[in-house]
């Protein structure tokens, strides 16, 4: 498995926020070994990019669950991302979860691979959607990509919005839009998640300086 993935951003049409503007994020990534290894890079890239045009640059470490990363003591927040083989009970369509660590601007986000892959099949056959190439795509490591995106949104302080990444249910015209780059933070929620992550690298600052030496080795 992959062990480290630098910042990519991907090739495409969505804008990525000025350089001078851009805060840094660290997120440990997951998936357990029944979550097809191909699909982990496209969704981690998609969610980056996502992220990217937000203004926030991700540094990220793929772990091997067998051999997880060390966690390190950073003035950045760090945010665990698990890819899960498990499907959701009951048929409930809301794949990914958001829980808050004991920090600001941390925590873990957990989303379910095959509700994921149920969502994508049933949105590009309801009724209505038309025969749009976009949805034909037989694809849905990027709907998992918006919605470790989305998650990562909540853990920074965005709630749901009536349209856009921050929808609660996506819907069929929002893969279309994450498909052709239009699906993305606003403007607002892109600056609530910077402010977040800086405030929250400034208190890791903070808690490091006021600590000994020893404190943080055990952290």
Known sequence: MIEFIAAILMAGSMPVANETDMVGLRVRAYADEHVHE?????????????????????????????QSCTVEAMPVPEIVVILSSRDRQNGRENCGVAAHGARDSAGTVLVSVPCVAGVAFRLTRR?????????????????????VAHEIGHLLGLGHA????????LK??????????????SPAEASR????????????????????PRDLSRR
């Open 38 to 66: 191909a699909a982990i890079r496209p969704a981690l890239e998609v969610a980056e990019h996502l992220l990217a045009s937000a203004g926030l640059v991700v540094a990220w470490r793929v772990c091997d669950k067998a």
């Open 127 to 147: 009724p209505g959607t038309g025969t749009n190439p976009l949805l034909a795509m037989p694809r849905h490591d990027d709907l998992i990509g918006a919605i």
């Open 162 to 169: 009536p349209a856009g990444l921050m929808r609660a249910s």
């Open 172 to 185: 069929a015209d929002d893969m279309i839009a994450l498909r052709s780059g239009k699906l993305r933070f």
């Open 193 to 212: 998640m910077r402010i977040a992550a800086l405030l929250a690298g400034e208190e890791r600052l903070r808690a490091s300086a006021a600590g000994s």
